[in-house]
């Protein structure tokens, strides 16, 4: 019998731009207190990309630093995974700048898009193209910049986002380390709770759907925040059960980081207490594809991840899209 050879994450990086943007600054430009943004998000700063990057720059940097990581060198990739649902443009995908800045070039390259659960989603996809050709090696980066689709007269939104990126190098390592399982589900019915309205083929960009803001990014707070307290949970238990993992056991939660009361309430709804949950957001913000990819590195580059650790991994994002994963870290990613 053939047994399937174990994946998992061999390296990390992640890149924030270099320009802090403070609740003080955002609250003058939204017309609130600056008490009310932490009160409400647990946010204390963001992030917001130069006038001269595109998310592809922050995708090389997080990527540069991912394959220094893993010790890999951009040449050893064979599948080059980029999520984002902010691209430098329609059209080629933002994974094909990244292959060019990186000289990835023997790897295949492609973008997907289901906004903040992509890095699990993409790990997913990476452990599934690395098992059909044993011995290759997958760079799965989630990137966004918000800062270019925020409505500042919309306050519900606008303080709440940032730009940033993260990235894993994945491949094969011993048992009993690596992925253990990933669970992926999406509710259409349920798309227009984040969106961007206009500038695809349905609502093509216009100045029409400029001057009624079509462009710019919206999301149903209070509906997103039910949607993921009354899914997640049950989501994250199912995977668990599947891998016979008992959440007790659990080491480390990195979710995506909607904001802090959100997170806090989450955590407590699925029984996770015990383990420690990662938090980058009150620094960053929500930073959409890259937050789950960027708390992980967090986490590394602080020493958190014990050798053997039960890491959890869970994410929500627009479409609704659910994504889980669960991986026994080895010490040396």
Do not use: K
């Given at each position: 019998?053939?047994?399937?050879?174990?994946?998992?994450i061999l390296g990390t990086g992640s890149y924030v731009p270099g320009t802090e943007v403070t609740?003080?600054?955002?609250?003058?430009?939204?017309?609130?207190?600056?008490?009310?943004i932490a009160d409400r998000t647990q946010i204390t700063g963001r992030r917001f990309a130069a006038?001269?990057?595109?998310t592809s720059d922050l995708a090389i940097r997080a990527a540069e630093r991912a394959l220094k990581?893993?010790?890999?060198?951009?040449?050893?990739?064979?599948?080059?995974?980029?999520?984002?649902?902010?691209?430098?443009?329609?059209?080629?995908?933002?994974?094909?700048?990244?292959?060019?800045?990186?000289?990835?070039?023997?790897?295949?390259?492609?973008?997907?898009?289901?906004?903040?659960?992509?890095?699990?989603?993409?790990?997913?996809?990476?452990?599934?193209?690395?098992?059909?050709?044993?011995?290759?090696?997958?760079?799965?980066?989630?990137?966004?910049?918000?800062?270019?689709?925020?409505?500042?007269?919309?306050?519900?939104?606008?303080?709440?986002?940032?730009?940033?990126?993260?990235?894993?190098?994945?491949?094969?390592?011993?048992?009993?380390?690596?992925?253990?399982?990933?669970?992926?589900?999406?509710?259409?019915?349920?798309?227009?709770?984040?969106?961007?309205?206009?500038?695809?083929?349905?609502?093509?960009?216009?100045?029409?759907?400029?001057?009624?803001?079509?462009?710019?990014?919206?999301?149903?707070?209070?509906?997103?925040?039910?949607?993921?307290?009354?899914?997640?949970?049950?989501?994250?238990?199912?995977?668990?059960?599947?891998?016979?993992?008992?959440?007790?056991?659990?080491?480390?939660?990195?979710?995506?980081?909607?904001?802090?009361?959100?997170?806090?309430?989450?955590?407590?709804?699925?029984?996770?207490?015990?383990?420690?949950?990662?938090?980058?957001?009150?620094?960053?913000?929500?930073?959409?594809?890259?937050?789950?990819?960027?708390?992980?590195?967090?986490?590394?580059?602080?020493?958190?991840?014990?050798?053997?650790?039960?890491?959890?991994?869970?994410?929500?994002?627009?479409?609704?899209?659910?994504?889980?994963?669960?991986?026994?870290?080895?010490?040396?990613?």
């Open positions: 019998m053939t047994t399937e050879p174990s994946i998992g609740n003080a600054e955002i609250a003058a430009r939204v017309g609130v207190a600056e008490e009310w006038p001269d990057e595109a990581s893993a010790g890999v060198s951009a040449g050893e990739i064979d599948y080059l995974i980029v999520s984002t649902s902010t691209p430098d443009s329609p059209q080629p995908p933002t994974a094909y700048h990244v292959q060019r800045g990186i000289n990835a070039n023997a790897a295949a390259c492609l973008d997907i898009n289901v906004v903040c659960s992509g890095f699990v989603y993409g790990l997913s996809l990476a452990q599934a193209l690395i098992r059909q050709r044993p011995g290759s090696r997958a760079l799965v980066i989630g990137a966004d910049l918000y800062s270019r689709s925020l409505d500042f007269s919309d306050r519900r939104t606008a303080v709440l986002l940032g730009d940033g990126a993260g990235a894993a190098v994945v491949g094969e390592v011993e048992p009993p380390y690596g992925f253990l399982g990933f669970d992926l589900a999406a509710r259409g019915d349920a798309h227009h709770l984040i969106r961007v309205e206009a500038g695809g083929s349905r609502r093509p960009a216009s100045a029409e759907t400029i001057e009624e803001g079509g462009h710019f990014f919206r999301m149903e707070g209070r509906a997103v925040r039910d949607f993921v307290l009354e899914n997640l949970p049950d989501f994250i238990n199912a995977l668990c059960e599947r891998t016979g993992t008992a959440l007790e056991r659990i080491d480390h939660f990195v979710p995506h980081q909607p904001n802090g009361v959100l997170l806090s309430q989450l955590v407590e709804r699925c029984g996770l207490t015990a383990a420690e949950t990662h938090r980058t957001l009150d620094r960053y913000g929500n930073t959409g594809s890259a937050s789950v990819a960027l708390t992980l590195d967090a986490a590394h580059l602080g020493n958190r991840l014990r050798d053997g650790d039960l890491v959890l991994l869970a994410a929500f994002g627009g479409g609704m899209s659910l994504g889980a994963g669960l991986l026994r870290w080895r010490v040396g990613a």
